[in-house]
């Protein structure tokens, strides 16, 4: 028996159908358009670099153009290289180490050292996680310059090791320290004699200006008294 023909109500429905299926689908691959280019602009103006590395060769799959720029490479030239090409050679036992702990799952973050094209040192603090995309596992990481915070903290570790020899130093002073009774002259570590101007200069680094106290003024200069 043969089928029966569609009636124009059948046709016109279906129509309607694909219509309607045509619309969604043109709505969802604008959807997914713009949510490409949304994470491409995220991806691509980051103010941290970002890698996007193969696990088993280290090489670089994809990086972002603020990697690029800031370790002083062309795009395409960075993603020629590979993660153990921007790090000090004696650390690959630990990228190896790190890498197998982001397959097993897990995220890490470290401080380490870039290398700049020029071979100039960048410190990074790095965040790194295994993703899978097409049931391919890729590693993404973020490089942190910590440049200015490495700069403030030997800038402080300085200025305490310079307080705490200034303590020591008075923590020295603070015991008998010989003074001639007549002359005020002290009697240094050497056995000598020295103003004690000098003795305060040579312990303490600071430095001395003159003047005359009311009772010195007046027996000295007794016409402007």
């Excluded at 689908?25 to 890698?51: C, M, N, P, Q």
């Excluded at 590395?53 to 603020?66: H, Q, Y």
């Excluded at 004696?90 to 050292?113: M, N, V, Y």
Aim: net charge negative.
């Amino acid at each position: 028996m043969p089928p029966e023909k569609p009636t124009y109500e059948d046709l016109e429905s279906r129509v309607e159908n694909l219509t309607a299926e045509l619309r969604e689908y043109k709505l969802s691959e604008k959807t997914l358009r713009e949510s490409l280019l949304e994470y491409k602009s995220i991806f691509d103006y980051a103010g941290d670099s970002v890698f996007i590395i193969d696990p088993e060769t280290g090489s670089f799959v994809n990086c972002n153009a603020k990697a690029a720029e800031r370790l002083g490479y062309a795009r395409d030239e960075l993603l020629q290289l590979k993660v153990y090409d921007i790090n000090k050679r004696e650390i690959r036992p630990d990228i190896r180490q790190r890498i197998k702990k982001q397959l097993a799952g897990e995220s890490i973050q470290f401080e380490t050292t870039h290398r700049h094209k020029s071979g100039r040192a960048i410190p990074v603090e790095i965040t790194s996680t295994m993703v899978q995309i097409n049931n391919r596992k890729i590693l993404m990481a973020f490089a942190r310059d910590i440049t200015i915070r490495k700069n403030k903290e030997v800038a402080t570790e300085d200025l305490v090791q310079h307080l705490q020899l200034a303590l020591d130093e008075i923590t020295t002073l603070q015991a008998f320290i010989p003074i001639c009774a007549s002359c005020k002259k002290i009697r240094n570590d050497q056995e000598l004699w020295e103003n004690i101007e000098d003795y305060f200069q040579d312990h303490l680094e600071v430095e001395f200006t003159h003047c005359l106290c009311p009772a010195c003024a007046k027996k000295l200069y007794p016409e402007y008294y």
